[in-house]
């Protein structure tokens, strides 16, 4: 069974009034192609730029390289020996340093032995395919209360600097109301400069940079951000929050917006969520949400499509869900969701991750230890 399992299954749902896009309808014209398989519990793919190799993170602590389309054999990085692994918990995501190809930094985020989130740093050896594991450098630590929602993505921005994907630090509806606490990082997307400081040094244009809260916090009020994106021709930063009882939500804000409140845990996708009730006009509304009564259970961000394979779709946000794992693609014009369309209709395992690769080409990350390539189908339309 996969570790990741109570990653995505909030508690169960109640009937709720359907808060979603309609469908512009089902499509078959764009499939899958098998890259890998026999991987351990991969949860992430990326490649620095530039790269033709592709980097696969495993749950229990390795990254491993597929290199012309075969597994390399020997892990790229092996850290299974400080990785607590089970549940939602372990080697989570790897991002390569924008300046990789000189300075061969790449940044990790994993739970260790006591369950802590841990952002590190390592280099690459003269190997390009081998990181020595000894070489690491602690550059955050951040304590959870409890096993799950760990978030667990670290990611460059356009701007250079490193964004880290916090969760509420677990258990049910925010027992510590850590979502709208500006003075913890658990339920936050965090913003550091890894170029300057030691470890690092705040940006100052973070909403607390000076004062009032963290200084490494960017946004606010996030349940289970588990994986979130930047798309760079049009500056927008897509997050994909996991959440609780009725829904799961796509939060679209230009990816320099500071101070972002995305309402959690006084709301709950576009309803409030605590008993004493919320002022909505305080929060960010979720671009898109859909709900748990056609056997959902947790969002799967992805990425905007951004390669020259199938030219129909660029500019279109793929995610998918945990339990259904169909796969689907959202269109956002003029600060709205002008609709979404859905591609493919389970078949693949449980789709536990999307990546994607130095030429904006897409890929999942399954449950059944395969790497899957989105492709289009010969002789097919995307339209």
Not at 85 to 96: D, T
Request: charged fraction near 20%; proline fraction near 5%; charge should be neutral.
């Amino acid at each position: 069974m996969l570790a990741l399992t109570s990653l995505v299954c909030a508690a169960p749902h109640d009937d709720a009034r359907t808060q979603t896009t309609r469908s512009s309808g089902q499509g078959s014209s764009i499939g899958v192609e098998e890259v890998a398989r026999g991987l351990n519990n991969p949860v992430y793919l990326t490649a620095p730029e530039g790269d033709a190799r592709l980097f696969v993170v495993e749950q229990p602590g390795r990254i491993r390289i597929i290199d012309n389309g075969r597994l390399v054999e020997k892990p790229f990085l092996d850290i299974t020996g400080k990785v607590g692994y089970g549940g939602e918990r372990g080697l989570l995501s790897v991002a390569f340093h924008p300046l990789y190809s000189s300075n061969g930094f790449l940044f990790v985020n994993y739970t260790d032995k006591n369950g802590n989130t841990r952002i590190e740093r390592y280099t690459v050896s003269s190997d390009r395919n081998l990181v020595d594991p000894a070489a690491a450098k602690l550059i955050l630590a951040i304590d959870q209360p409890y096993s799950n929602h760990n978030g667990g993505l670290v990611m460059f921005g356009p701007d250079g600097m490193l964004y880290v994907g916090m969760g509420d630090g677990g258990s049910q509806r925010d027992p510590h109301n850590n979502g709208q606490n500006p003075n913890e990082l658990l339920g936050k997307l965090l913003r550091i400069n890894v170029d300057r400081g030691d470890p690092y040094s705040v940006p100052s244009g973070n909403p607390f940079a000076r004062g009032g809260g963290k200084g490494e916090i960017w946004a606010v009020g996030l349940r289970n951000p588990w994986r979130f994106s930047f798309d760079k021709p049009t500056g927008l930063l897509y997050i994909a929050d996991v959440g609780q009882d009725k829904y799961e939500e796509v939060n679209i804000e230009p990816a320099n917006r500071a101070g972002a409140n995305y309402g959690w845990s006084a709301m709950d996708g576009p309803d409030c969520f605590k008993s004493s009730g919320c002022n909505k006009s305080q929060f960010q509304q979720p671009a898109l949400t859909y709900t748990h009564d056609s056997g959902t259970c947790s969002i799967i961000g992805g990425f905007v499509y951004r390669g020259r394979a199938i030219p129909e779709v660029v500019g279109q946000y793929f995610y998918s869900d945990y339990c259904n794992s169909w796969v689907r693609s959202l269109s956002y014009a003029n600060n709205r969701v002008t609709g979404y369309r859905q591609w493919i209709d389970g078949g693949l395992g449980s789709i536990v991750s999307f990546g994607e690769d130095s030429q904006g080409e897409l890929y999942i990350c399954s449950s059944n230890g395969r790497i899957y390539r989105i492709v289009k189908r010969p002789g097919t339309s995307t339209r």
